[in-house]
Every structure is written in structure tokens, then in C-alpha cells.
């Protein structure tokens, strides 16, 4: 079975530093990874994926992440964060194969970004 | 294109009552899956649907059900409400039925059991 762990539920950065928020896979190949955002009472908005082409993948809004597969990372980076970052972030898994894997993400529990000014 | 949409955005039911939400995906999508986020458990997979047959069910008792239409249209019914229900429903779609395409979500509805 597939699981994400997110670490750190709650990030606080200054505006204009750097934006970190960490994910970690378990699955027994490597899988698609997906990282979302989520304003307050807004469905999932999403930011960027990784399906096996380049490990560094570039996204939406300035954001970047890198697929390590020997640590099951998938950390999501900014450089300079900004006041309109502040929401729920949530990486998610998708498993590559049909079955039991047709369309269902597997989320970590979320990470909220509070930029502070 | 027009984004994925859901009706209502917001519901109040009483315990023991049955809701139906719905769902219309972006255009030309025909998976369509269905998630519950609570703050205690965060966002859970129900089930996904893809051109009228179910294809993946979560682990969720059998008084959630859903189906899907001819034209992607996709509802969820839950019956015999619990408090424990009250949630936000996120449905998202799906360009293909490959797990490698990202899924696209709706504002959500807001149910709320009392």
C-alpha cells in the first residue's frame, strides 16, 4: 500500500525566504507524485507533478520540487515567499497501474504555510 | 474551459437523512473521483468512476454510493446521515484513465450533520 508522510504540520517563514515543505512516499515502485494547494474554502488547486521524466519539476506560482528516489522524497521548494503562498499544501501519490489505482491519490495529512510579513 | 464543478456548495442535513451531492467534470474528462476531507482523518478517496462503471472504491460503509452518467455528469448519495459525516466532498476529474494524469478538483460541498 501507498502512504505519504508530510512533516511538519505547520510552517512559518518570513516573506521573501525560502519555502520548504518536506514529503516523503512509501510505495513499492516509484509512483506519480502530485503536490496541491488549498486556500481557505476552496477545493485543490494543482501546483506541479513528477511522472518519471525530469526529477526536478518546475510548477506553478514559483514553486519547484525534486523527485529523489533513493530517500522517497519529494520535497516542495520556493525561493522567495510570498504572502499570497499562505495555504494547505498536500502532496499526494498516485500508483502507476490500473486496478486498485484507478483514480485514487493517496494525500499526506497537510501542511499549512504561514508567511509572515 | 470551464473547471470542475459542484452543486450545492453548501448543505445542512439532520442525522438519519440521505444527501446527494453532484458533480460536473472540466469537458472531455471522463474520470471522475470523490474524496472526504475532515480535519481528523484529511482527505479520504471514496471512489472513482470512469465512463458510467466504478472502477476503485475506498473503504467506506456501503451507505456511501455513487454513479456516474452518460455525460461524465457524477453524483454521491450518502444515506442515514451520522454526525460523523459532515465533511467537505471534493470530486475531482481525470483527463484519461492512466494514474499519471493529474486530477482536477471542484470548490467542494460543505455538509454539515447535525
Known amino acids: 500500500a501507498q502512504s505519504v508522510t508530510q512533516l511538519g504540520s505547520h510552517v512559518s517563514v518570513s516573506e521573501g525566504a525560502l519555502v520548504l515543505l518536506r514529503c516523503n512516499y512509501s510505495?513499492?515502485?516509484?509512483?506519480?507524485l502530485f503536490w496541491y494547494v488549498q486556500y481557505p474554502n476552496q477545493g485543490l488547486q494543482l501546483l506541479l507533478k513528477?511522472?518519471?521524466?525530469?526529477?526536478l519539476v518546475k510548477g506553478i506560482n514559483g514553486f519547484e520540487a525534486e523527485f529523489k528516489k533513493s530517500e522517497t522524497s519529494f520535497h516542495l521548494t520556493k525561493p522567495s515567499a510570498h504572502m499570497s503562498d499562505a495555504a494547505e499544501y498536500f502532496c499526494?501519490?498516485?500508483?502507476?497501474?490500473?486496478?486498485?489505482?484507478?483514480?485514487?491519490?493517496?494525500f499526506g495529512q497537510g501542511t499549512i504555510l504561514t508567511v509572515h510579513p | 474551459k470551464a473547471g470542475v464543478t459542484q452543486t450545492p456548495r453548501y448543505l445542512i442535513k439532520t442525522r438519519g437523512q440521505q444527501v446527494t451531492l453532484s458533480c460536473s467534470p472540466i469537458?472531455?474528462?471522463?474520470?471522475v473521483s470523490w474524496y472526504q476531507q475532515t480535519p481528523g482523518q484529511g482527505l479520504q478517496f471514496l471512489f472513482e468512476?470512469?465512463?458510467?462503471?466504478?472502477?476503485n472504491k475506498g473503504n467506506f460503509p456501503g451507505r456511501f454510493s455513487g454513479r456516474q452518467f452518460s455525460n461524465s455528469r457524477s453524483e454521491m448519495n450518502v444515506s442515514t446521515l451520522e454526525l460523523g459525516d459532515s465533511a467537505l466532498y471534493l470530486c475531482?476529474?481525470?483527463?484519461?484513465?492512466?494514474?499519471?494524469?493529474?486530477?482536477?478538483f471542484g470548490p467542494g460541498t460543505r455538509l454539515t450533520v447535525t
Open positions: 510505495s513499492s515502485v516509484p509512483p506519480y
Open positions: 513528477y511522472t518519471s521524466a525530469a526529477t
Open positions: 468512476y470512469f465512463s458510467e462503471t466504478q472502477r
Open positions: 499526494a501519490v498516485s500508483a502507476r497501474a490500473g486496478g486498485t489505482s484507478y483514480g485514487k491519490l493517496t
Open positions: 475531482a476529474s481525470s483527463q484519461t484513465n492512466g494514474g499519471s494524469y493529474e486530477q482536477y
Open positions: 469537458s472531455g474528462h471522463r474520470s
